[in-house]
């Protein structure tokens, strides 16, 4: 990992020469921002480096969704049959040229840029020998600057959990630590939220059991994970985390316009009347849908309490329809009368007539 260290060190320090030359070399608002920005167009670097490969992320991620009518029917044809269903989903992928791997690959290579950054910011820090503070390309001056550089008087090296030893050595106040440093972490649980909801406000909640469960691991649980966390971040890996977030907010709306999510990520098929055809509608949400759901019932209870009269237009006939008394008819049209109690049953034979014989 020297070589990452090394190569976030420089990108810092030729950031942070940049906007040297550019600001006043004091502090405005308590805060050095040459510093600041270094960190800030840290993220930047980095981002437009991986801009290409997050838009192939986006292509991919668009892929999968369009394909997910076959993999779910290829689900149901080979149930129970997981080495097969295996094998037809890697033959599915080869055909659609579909790389579901590419979907977290802008994520994994931004782990050792963080990993990197947190250690840098916790390699610069008071007492280190001269050799400790020129590792990774550093001189002397830079270290000790870096050290000393403050967002509103908080220094960037501390940490919501600092000592007051560690404090007092760089000579930062606990309470103006724990203040920035705990706005940042809630801009921080803020923004990650944002990201996953922005994603999933425009694809919607996956059908599939597990790939929601993941969804909503994704919604609460990395937030949660970012509130526990920072507390042990120093303040300068707070700052490249929120403007990572920030940055990813912006680039999701772009592609999200430019890179529309399929049909079938977004919308339901509603089928229509014989000779019709499907009607696509987007998926209503929150009180909408329950709203929808309950003019739905109530035009469905209205419909099943009509008469067949009522239903088609039609006038209703029949005993209760017109008031006169319910008669049967006989084969000839004419009515025909119930026989009396204990009355023998008729023999047709006799006579070609139906004639009563009383018992």
Not at 186 to 215: E, H, V
Not at 337 to 358: D, E, F, M, V
């Amino acid at each position: 990992m020297g070589g990452i260290y090394w190569l976030i060190s420089k990108v810092m320090l030729f950031w942070h020469t940049v906007w040297d030359s550019i600001l006043p070399d004091h502090r405005v608002l308590s805060t050095n921002w040459q510093w600041v920005l270094a960190i800030v167009f840290l993220v930047i670097t980095v981002r437009v480096v991986l801009f290409p490969i997050f838009v192939k992320q986006i292509k991919s991620q668009r892929a999968m969704q369009a394909i997910q009518p076959k993999m779910k029917a290829l689900q149901e044809k080979h149930k129970g049959d997981r080495e097969t269903l295996q094998k037809e989903v890697m033959k599915l992928y080869q055909e659609e040229k579909v790389n579901p791997l590419m979907g977290c690959l802008p994520m994994f290579l931004q782990i050792p840029v963080f990993i990197g950054l947190l250690h840098v910011l916790r390699h610069l820090r008071p007492g280190q020998s001269e050799h400790q503070q020129t590792l990774y390309g550093w001189t002397v001056d830079e270290f000790k600057s870096a050290v000393d550089a403050r967002l509103f008087d908080a220094p960037i090296v501390a940490k919501f959990s600092s000592s007051t030893a560690d404090l007092i050595q760089i000579n930062a106040s606990s309470t103006t630590v724990k203040i920035v440093a705990a706005i940042l972490v809630a801009l921080m649980i803020t923004t990650t939220y944002l990201t996953q909801r922005q994603m999933i406000k425009k694809t919607g909640w996956n059908t599939d059991p597990q790939q929601r469960m993941i969804q909503k691991f994704m919604l609460y649980g990395i937030p949660f994970f970012t509130l526990t966390s920072g507390w042990y971040f120093p303040i300068g890996v707070i700052i490249y985390w929120v403007t990572n977030n920030a940055i990813t907010l912006a680039q999701q709306f772009w592609v999200l316009h430019k890179y529309p999510p399929p049909a079938n990520a977004t919308t339901t098929t509603t089928p229509l009347k014989a000779g019709g055809t499907a009607k696509v509608a987007e998926k209503p949400s929150g009180l909408a849908a329950l709203f929808g759901r309950a003019r739905e019932e109530a035009a469905a209870q209205r419909t099943n309490g009509r008469s067949p009269a009522k239903a088609t237009g039609a006038k209703a006939t029949g005993a209760k329809a017109t008031g006169a008394k319910a008669t049967d008819t006989g084969a000839n049209g004419a009515p025909s009368r119930a026989p009396k109690p204990g009355a023998k049953p008729i023999n047709p034979k006799k006579g070609g007539a139906a004639k009563r014989q009383s018992g």
